[in-house]
C-alpha cells in the first residue's frame, strides 16, 4: 500500500444525488490531486491542493466541489452528476518540496445513473 | 502547456520477448519524466523515473532512456512475464519544489502472452 486511501471504492449513484469522495494520506505530504480516469483517456488532473490552498481547477464543472481541510485529507463532493461523470476518480499525493512524485490511492468507480 | 504523445496504444508480446514503449513531449522546459504501471483494478504505482541530467536507467528489467533534443523517452522491459500485463502510463514535468502538474500519456496496453 502507498499510504493513500480512498473511500468508497465503488460508488452508484442518480443524477439528483448528492455524495462525497473521501482521500486520505499517511504519508505526511502536503500537496495532494483529484484525477479522473476515463477509458482511453489520458489522466485527466481536476483539482491540486497545496497546504490546504487550492492552486489549480482544470476548468472542472461546478457539479464537482473539492474540500481540504487539513494536508492529510481531501474531499470531492458530487451533486447533479451526468452520466458522462462515469469514470474512476484518483486521488494522488506528493511531498511539496521534493521532486513530483506522486502516490495515488486505488480510486472511486463512479456510475452515475 | 505540456503535451505527451505515447504510442503504441495496445502492444502484445510473447513471455520472454522485449517491450518498447515510446513517449514524445513538447515542453522543452520538462525536466522529470516518471511511469506509472496500473494493473487491472488497482492503482497506478511508480515503476521507474527518469531526471534530464542522465540518459538512461535501469533497475533490473526495466530501463528509460530519455534523448532530451528530440524530446522523446522510452521505456523497455526485457524478459517480459505475465505478471508484466498492465496499462502503463509515460509522464512529464517540471520537478522540483512547487505546484507542477504532471502530464500524462494515454497509456499502453501490455499484454505478456505466455
Known amino acids: 500500500e502507498t499510504g493513500v486511501t480512498q473511500t468508497p471504492r465503488h460508488l452508484v449513484m442518480g443524477m439528483t444525488n448528492k455524495k462525497s469522495l473521501k482521500c486520505e494520506q499517511h504519508l505526511g505530504h502536503n500537496a495532494m490531486y483529484w484525477y479522473k480516469q476515463s477509458a482511453k483517456k489520458p489522466l485527466e488532473l481536476m483539482f491540486v491542493?497545496?497546504?490546504?490552498?487550492?492552486?489549480e481547477n482544470n476548468s472542472v464543472p461546478s457539479r464537482f466541489s473539492p474540500e481540504c481541510p487539513n494536508s492529510s485529507h481531501l474531499f470531492l463532493h458530487l451533486h447533479t452528476l451526468q452520466p458522462e461523470d462515469s469514470a474512476l476518480y484518483l486521488c494522488a499525493s506528493r511531498d511539496f518540496e521534493g521532486a513530483n512524485i506522486q502516490y495515488f490511492g486505488a480510486g472511486t468507480r463512479l456510475s452515475v445513473l | 502547456g505540456e503535451n505527451v504523445e505515447q504510442h503504441p496504444s495496445t502492444l502484445s508480446v510473447q513471455e520472454g520477448d522485449s517491450a518498447v514503449i515510446k513517449c514524445t513531449y513538447s515542453?522543452?522546459?520538462?525536466?522529470?519524466f516518471p511511469w506509472y504501471k496500473q494493473e487491472l483494478g488497482k492503482r497506478p504505482q511508480l515503476i521507474i523515473d527518469?531526471?534530464?541530467?542522465?540518459g538512461e536507467k535501469k533497475d533490473q528489467r526495466i530501463a528509460v532512456t530519455l534523448n532530451k533534443t528530440a524530446k522523446h523517452f522510452s521505456l523497455h522491459i526485457t524478459e517480459t512475464q505475465p505478471e508484466d500485463s498492465a496499462v502503463y502510463f509515460c509522464?512529464?514535468?517540471?520537478?522540483?519544489?512547487?505546484?507542477?502538474?504532471?502530464?500524462f500519456g494515454k497509456g499502453t496496453k501490455l499484454s505478456v502472452i505466455p
Open positions: 509522464a512529464a514535468s517540471f520537478s522540483g519544489a512547487g505546484s507542477y502538474q504532471l502530464t
Open positions: 491542493y497545496n497546504f490546504k490552498e487550492q492552486t
Open positions: 527518469i531526471r534530464s541530467n542522465v
Open positions: 515542453d522543452s522546459a520538462s525536466n522529470y
